[in-house]
C-alpha cells in the first residue's frame, strides 16, 4: 500500500496488473501528473475512476469510501463530490485511453477449444449499443433514437470491439455516435487485425470492400452472408462447398442447413458463408461451419460489460470528454477481470478459460477493493490469487453452444420493456449441420 495522500489509490487485488509504476508511467506520457501534490493525486484519480466501474451502483463519494474503508489509522483524505468531480475533469480520458491501449491484446493462455483453431487465433468483430445521460453536453455529440417528437429515450453511442473468443479479452475498440454505423467504424480496427488470426463476423460486415480490407491485413476471414446475396460459382469442390468472388477477393461459399434443438422448441435455418481459407483439404466445410459458432463469445463479451458489470445502468458521464473517460475505464477494468481469469486458468493445465465465471471474478475483485487486499504482490508470483481461487473454486460447465431462440409468442409494446434482462446465452441445445452440395441461387 502506498503511504500518504497516495494511500487511496488502489484497485485491490487488481492493482497488481495495474501497479502503481504503469498508471504514474501513464499520467506522465499523457502530461496529466498533478502541478503540485494534493489531497487527490492524479494516481489516486486514476484508481477512483477504475474503482468506480467496480461499483456502477454508488456514487464516486460511496467509492471514496470503499477505497479507504479498510485503511484505519491512516489520515485520508474526506473530499467532497464537487472536489471528486473536479479532480476527474483534471485528469480527462488521455491516460485512461493509454491504459487501455497498453493492456489491450488476447491473454497469453495455453490453446484451448474456441481459442485457436488449426492453428489460428480465433477472433470475432461486432458492435453494441451503450446507453449515455440525457444531458445538454452530452447532446452535442451523442444522439438520441429517431422519434416524431425530437427523439426517444436516452442517447446512446455505437461501440464495436475485436475480441479474442477463446478468452474473450479485448484486442481493440472503437466507440462513437450512433449516427455512422458499424460498417464505417470497422476499418479503424483493421490495424489490429494480424497474420495468424481468423476473423469471424456477421451478414452485417459481408461488405466487399471491408472484407479486401480485411483480408490485406494477411488475417483470415469467416463471415456469414445475406441467404439472398448472388455469388458466382466458378468451381465445386468434394466437400459441397465452391469458388466465387465478392469484388477482387476470392472466396469460398459454404450453403448450409443448421437445425438447432433447444428446451424451446427446434430452428432449422440457412447459412451461406464465406472465408479467405479456399483449400478444402486443409480446411473442411463442416468445421468452418462449426466454427462460426463461436462468433457468440462477443455477445457473451457484452453481455458482461452491460449486463453484470452495469447491471443495465446509463453511464454516469454528463460530457462527451468524461464519457470516453468512462468508457475507457471500464474497458481497463473489464481486461483485468478477463485477464485474471486467464492466468487463473491456465494454473490447471487442460481447463478451458471459457469455464471461469465472470460475476464470480467481478464479485471477488470488488471484494478485494473494499478489504484494500492483495495490493501489493509478494515475492513468489501467484498466477491465480485470491480472484482466481474464487474462480477455480466454482468452475462453469463445459462450454454449450450458444443460441437465441425467438420464444416471444405476444405482440410487443412500443414502450421499452422494464423487467429483468433475460440471459440469451442460458439455453441448452444441440446442433446439426448439413453442407448443400448445390449452390443457392
Not at 485503511?71 to 463530490?81: D, I, N
Not at 479486401?212 to 459441397?240: C, H, Q, S, W, Y
Not at 462527451?320 to 478477463?338: F, N, S
Request: proline share 6%.
Amino acid at each position: 500500500m502506498a503511504g500518504g495522500r497516495f494511500a487511496p489509490g488502489h484497485l485491490g487485488e487488481l492493482t497488481q496488473l495495474v501497479p502503481f509504476e504503469m498508471v504514474d508511467e501513464c499520467l506522465s506520457v499523457t502530461r496529466a501528473v498533478q502541478a503540485r501534490v494534493r489531497d487527490l493525486p492524479s494516481r489516486v484519480v486514476v484508481y477512483l475512476i477504475l474503482a468506480a466501474c467496480l461499483f456502477p451502483e454508488t456514487g464516486y463519494p460511496g467509492v471514496w469510501r470503499k477505497l479507504t474503508g479498510a485503511l484505519a489509522g491512516l489520515p485520508v483524505a474526506s473530499p467532497t463530490a464537487s472536489a471528486l468531480a473536479q479532480a476527474r475533469r483534471r485528469v480527462g480520458s488521455r491516460p485512461l485511453r493509454w491504459l487501455f491501449d497498453l493492456l489491450r491484446g488476447p491473454a497469453a493462455t495455453l490453446h484451448g477449444p474456441g481459442t485457436r483453431w488449426r492453428g489460428l487465433l480465433v477472433v470475432a468483430l461486432d458492435g453494441t449499443i451503450m446507453t449515455v445521460p440525457d444531458a445538454p453536453a452530452v447532446l452535442s455529440r451523442f444522439t438520441k433514437q429517431a422519434g416524431n417528437h425530437g427523439g426517444t429515450g436516452y442517447p446512446q453511442l455505437r461501440l464495436l470491439a475485436l475480441v479474442a473468443c477463446g478468452t474473450r479479452t479485448l484486442i481493440d475498440v472503437v466507440f462513437g455516435p450512433t449516427t455512422a454505423g458499424e460498417t464505417t467504424y470497422a476499418p479503424r480496427l483493421l490495424p489490429s487485425l494480424r497474420p495468424g488470426m481468423i476473423l469471424l463476423a456477421d451478414r452485417n460486415f459481408g461488405a466487399k470492400d471491408l472484407l479486401a480490407g480485411i483480408a490485406a491485413t494477411g488475417a483470415e476471414v469467416l463471415v456469414r452472408l445475406k441467404n439472398g446475396r448472388r455469388m458466382p460459382v466458378l468451381a465445386r469442390f468434394p466437400d459441397g462447398s465452391y469458388l466465387s468472388t465478392m469484388g477482387a477477393l476470392r472466396v469460398r461459399v459454404v450453403d448450409c442447413e443448421i437445425t438447432v434443438t433447444t428446451t424451446a422448441g427446434k430452428h432449422t435455418g440457412l447459412y451461406r458463408l464465406a472465408t479467405t481459407l479456399l483449400d478444402h483439404h486443409r480446411h473442411p466445410a463442416a468445421e468452418l461451419t462449426a466454427l462460426y459458432h463461436q462468433r457468440w463469445e462477443i455477445e457473451t463479451a457484452y453481455l458482461e460489460l452491460k449486463s453484470t458489470i452495469l447491471g443495465g445502468r446509463v453511464l454516469r458521464a454528463r460530457t462527451p470528454e468524461g464519457i470516453d473517460q468512462e468508457i475507457y475505464a471500464l474497458l481497463v477494468v473489464y481486461q483485468l477481470l478477463r485477464t485474471a481469469m486467464a492466468d487463473a486458468t491456465s494454473t490447471r493445465p487442460g481447463t478451458d478459460p471459457d469455464r471461469a465465471g465472470f460475476s464470480i471474478a467481478w464479485q471477488a475483485a470488488r471484494d478485494q477493493v473494499v478489504l484494500a487486499a492483495g495490493v501489493i504482490a509478494d515475492t513468489v508470483i501467484d498466477l491465480a490469487g485470491t480472484i482466481g481461487r474464487h474462480v477455480l473454486a466454482d468452475l462453469l460447465p463445459t462450454r454449450r453452444l450458444r443460441v437465441s431462440p425467438r420464444i416471444v409468442k405476444r405482440a410487443i409494446s412500443k414502450y421499452q420493456a422494464r423487467g429483468p434482462a433475460i440471459d440469451r446465452t442460458s439455453y441448452k441445445a444441440t446442433i446439426s449441420i448439413e453442407i448443400l452440395t448445390v449452390a443457392r441461387p
